[in-house]
T-cell receptor
Framework: DAGVIQSPRHEVTEMGQEVTLRCKPI?????LFWYRQTMMRGLELLIY????????DSGMPEDRFSAKMPNASFSTLKIQPSEPRDSAVYFC???????????????FGAGSRLTVL | ELKVEQNPLFLSMQEGKNYTIYCNYS?????LYWYRQDPGKSLESLFV?????AVKQEGRLMASLDTKARLSTLHITAAVHDLSATYFC???????????FGTGTSLTVIP
C-alpha cells in the first residue's frame, strides 16, 4: 500500500484565494482525520469522518473551512477565502480499528504545507 | 474536551544519558499512543499501549501506561543522535474514534 497520499505537498497562495487540499486514505481504513500543525498551536484536530460521514467538525476554525469525503478513497479540505493565519502544515490521517485488540493506530500522510501571503 | 499534556516541551540531552518524557491526559481512556516526528516529516506510530500496566519496548525506547494515574511515560535509555525528533503522545476520546495529541517533546541528543 502506498500509504496515505496527500496533495499538494506545498502550496503558496495569496490572501483571499481558494485553497483545496486533497487526501487519499489507505484502502480499507474507515476513519479519516484532518489535522493542522503550527508552532504556536501544535497539532489540532480539525474534523474526522467515519465511513465517509463527518462525525465531529468542532475543530474547524470557522466557516471559511469546509471538508468533504464523497467516497471512501478521497477527501478534500477547502479554505475559502484563505488568510495568512491559515499558514500551517495540514495532515490527513486514516485508521481502521483492529478487530482483536481494538487498537486504532493513525497512519499519517506526508502533509501539505500551506503558505498564505 | 480531553486534554493531553506533555513535559518537558524541549529536551536536550547528551549521548549515553537516560531520560523520561511524561504524558498526562484528562479522560478515562484505557489506551495511549506514542508517535515520532522527524523535522519536516510526518508522524509515525511508535507504540500502542492498550491497557493499564502495559509496557512496550523497542530499542532504546520504552513506553508504559498507568491508567489510574492517567499517565504514560516514554523512557530513553543511553540516548543516541538518531533519537533526535519530536515525540507526541495521543489519547483517544471516550468513544475511541478521535484522538487528541499532546504538545510534543522536542528531543535533541548532543554528542
Amino acid at each position: 500500500d502506498a500509504g496515505v497520499i496527500q496533495s499538494p505537498r506545498h502550496e503558496v497562495t495569496e490572501m483571499g484565494q481558494e485553497v483545496t487540499l486533497r487526501c487519499k486514505p489507505i484502502s480499507g481504513h474507515n476513519s479519516l482525520f484532518w489535522y493542522r500543525q503550527t508552532m504556536m498551536r501544535g497539532l489540532e484536530l480539525l474534523i474526522y469522518f467515519n465511513n465517509n460521514v463527518p462525525i465531529d467538525d468542532s475543530g474547524m476554525p470557522e466557516d471559511r473551512f469546509s471538508a468533504k469525503m464523497p467516497n471512501a478513497s478521497f477527501s478534500t479540505l477547502k479554505i475559502q477565502p484563505s488568510e495568512p493565519r491559515d499558514s500551517a502544515v495540514y495532515f490527513c490521517a486514516s485508521s481502521q480499528r483492529a478487530k482483536h485488540s481494538g487498537a486504532n493506530v493513525l497512519t499519517f500522510g506526508a502533509g501539505s504545507r500551506l503558505t498564505v501571503l | 474536551e480531553l486534554k493531553v499534556e506533555q513535559n518537558p516541551l524541549f529536551l536536550s540531552m547528551q549521548e549515553g544519558k537516560n531520560y523520561t518524557i511524561y504524558c498526562n491526559y484528562s479522560t478515562t481512556s484505557d489506551r495511549l499512543y506514542w508517535y515520532r516526528q522527524d523535522p519536516g516529516k510526518s508522524l509515525e506510530s511508535l507504540f500502542v499501549l492498550l491497557s493499564n500496566g502495559a509496557v512496550k519496548q523497542e530499542g532504546r525506547l520504552m513506553a508504559s501506561l498507568d491508567t489510574k494515574a492517567r499517565l504514560s511515560t516514554l523512557h530513553i535509555t543511553a540516548a543516541v543522535h538518531d533519537l533526535s525528533a519530536t515525540y507526541f503522545c495521543a489519547a483517544p476520546s471516550n468513544t475511541g474514534n478521535q484522538f487528541y495529541f499532546g504538545t510534543g517533546t522536542s528531543l535533541t541528543v548532543i554528542p
